[in-house]
């Protein structure tokens, strides 16, 4: 939950993440989250 709930800046600080690699990572949770609500949505 603290991941997805940190900002890009804060994954930048993270030892080998940058800019552009903060916001893949944003975007990849973001994607997962989605998915996760579709599953839970088909499941009932």
């Keep these: 939950e603290e991941?997805?709930?940190g900002t890009d800046?804060?994954?930048e600080t993270?030892?080998?993440v940058?800019?552009?690699r903060a916001k893949d990572i944003?975007?990849?949770l973001r994607?997962?989250?989605e998915?996760?609500?579709v599953d839970?949505?088909?499941q009932t």
């Design 14 to 16: 993270v030892d080998g």
């Design 26 to 28: 944003r975007e990849g």
């Design 40 to 42: 839970r949505y088909l």
């Design 3 to 5: 991941l997805l709930a």
């Design 35 to 37: 998915i996760n609500l």
């Design 31 to 33: 994607r997962q989250q």
């Design 18 to 20: 940058g800019e552009i």
């Design 9 to 11: 800046g804060e994954l």
